[in-house]
């Protein structure tokens, strides 16, 4: 082709674009009420000329074996914070951009992570894990031997007791991610313990399993039987893949709805015996003290919850245009079962209206909900989200939450959570209270 033609395509191609802003002006001005507002300029760079990266080689498939996150993407990362670490970061927290999330899967990079003596790495080759006490047959598994059993797949959060636990005395992160990130959500392939079990028979006596982790910290926690033989799993797949190190690998335990605490990383050692083991984790730690002065000792599910994703500090209105439709949504869970209804105040909690769910609704699992909203500029807004389940259990508000729980414990707060939108659309993390 000619220099002459070449410069004819060019001046015919701008000039099409330029028919096409001319046809669609109409657009932007009857899109102004919709969910996704059109603006169209017919000096928008990005479309009157061929983009850079489609003027040349993209990289080889080889490049990146292991597919990695788009470089524009550098912000959606976990976070820690000295306040909630040892010195050197081996007992840590790494939590999970949930501001950033979409739908109910976390990807393994971004899933939270808690340690209490360090990452382990295990070579799975070396892995042994033993299954003792008042079985029938005890028994030491390699990993192969124990992926031989017949396997199950399931959708389930992880939940760190303390999520939320900062907060609830008074807002001390203005932050979405650090409010509720100790969490995600996840699918996890493994075997029932029930499906092993049923292989080595177990003791009518037995009422207690000890299940042991083989890191620095040797984490130690005492399950009831019967949460052992209803949905307890050892796991060793995430989301398709083998574990990451700092989930596990190559197995950890699984106890759906349950406190995180509970599901042993890196496990070595499954005991059954007729009574618990009053570990430290179970004694020292993880106990939520009440106001009569006893203290709960053994917590399990984590109760009904629910937050705001969109709008929160991390994800501000400041763009938005007087008469702009905008969708609120949030994400709700429970240890309990499943969600049943998320109902959605303006007002912090005075008056509710009913949001929608969306997408998969699973028991033990995150679940998505979404509130259509038109915007009113200048209109200061307390955004408060309240979760129901099939158990029957209603989110509580913080004064019934304190009324009965007191103000010692971190651990299983619960109740609901306040964004404050500003008349400018920034949003702040505050507490209502009566």
Request: a neutral charge; charged letters at 25%; glycine letters at 8%.
């Amino acid at each position: 082709m000619t220099k002459m033609n070449q410069k004819s395509k060019k001046s015919l191609e701008s000039k099409s674009r330029r028919d096409f802003f001319k046809k669609t002006s109409v657009l932007s001005v009857a899109a102004a009420g919709t969910l996704v507002p059109v603006v169209l300029s017919a000096d928008d760079q990005a479309i009157m000329h061929h983009t850079k990266w489609g003027q040349s080689w993209g990289d080889a498939v080889t490049k990146n074996l292991y597919g990695i996150p788009s470089a524009y993407e550098h912000n959606n990362t976990r976070r820690y914070t000295k306040l909630l670490a040892s010195g050197n970061y081996r007992a840590s927290i790494a939590v999970t951009p949930i501001h950033e999330s979409e739908g109910i899967i976390t990807p393994n990079g971004l899933f939270f992570s808690r340690s209490h003596g360090g990452t382990a790495h295990i070579d799975p080759n070396e892995f042994r894990l033993m299954i003792t006490g008042l079985v029938d047959k005890e028994i030491v598994l390699t990993l192969d031997q124990l992926k031989r059993y017949p396997s199950v797949t399931r959708t389930h959060f992880i939940e760190c007791p303390a999520n939320g636990g900062q907060e609830w005395r008074r807002p001390q992160y203005n932050s979405l991610q650090f409010a509720k990130g100790f969490m995600a959500c996840a699918e996890w392939t493994g075997v029932y313990i029930k499906t092993i079990l049923e292989d080595l028979g177990l003791s009518s006596k037995v009422q207690w399993m000890l299940a042991e982790g083989s890191d620095n910290s040797e984490m130690g926690r005492s399950v009831p039987i019967d949460k052992i033989l209803d949905d307890a799993m050892i796991v060793w797949g995430q989301n398709g893949e083998a574990l990451r190190p700092e989930q596990g690998y190559p197995v950890r335990l699984l106890l759906p709805g349950w406190e995180g605490n509970l599901c042993v990383k890196w496990l070595k050692r499954l005991d059954f015996s007729e009574e618990p083991w009053f570990a430290k984790e179970e004694t020292s730690k993880y106990t939520a003290l009440k106001p009569d002065g006893k203290a709960i000792q053994h917590f399990y599910a984590n109760e009904v919850n629910s937050t705001v994703v969109s709008p929160s500090p991390e994800k501000p209105w400041k763009d938005l245009k007087d008469g702009d439709v905008v969708e609120i949504q949030g994400l709700a869970w429970s240890g309990m079962g499943t969600i049943t209804t998320v109902d959605l105040s303006f007002d912090g909690g005075k008056n509710y209206v009913e949001a929608s769910l969306k997408g998969l609704v699973l028991p033990k699992c995150w679940t998505r909900w979404s509130y259509i909203h038109t915007y009113k500029k200048g209109d200061k807004l307390l955004l408060t989200s309240r979760a129901m389940d099939d158990a029957g259990f209603i989110q509580p508000t913080i004064d019934q939450e304190v009324s009965v729980m007191g103000v010692e414990s971190i651990y299983h707060r619960n109740a609901v959570e306040t964004w404050e939108v500003t008349e400018n659309g920034e949003v702040n993390h505050v507490q209502i209270r009566s």
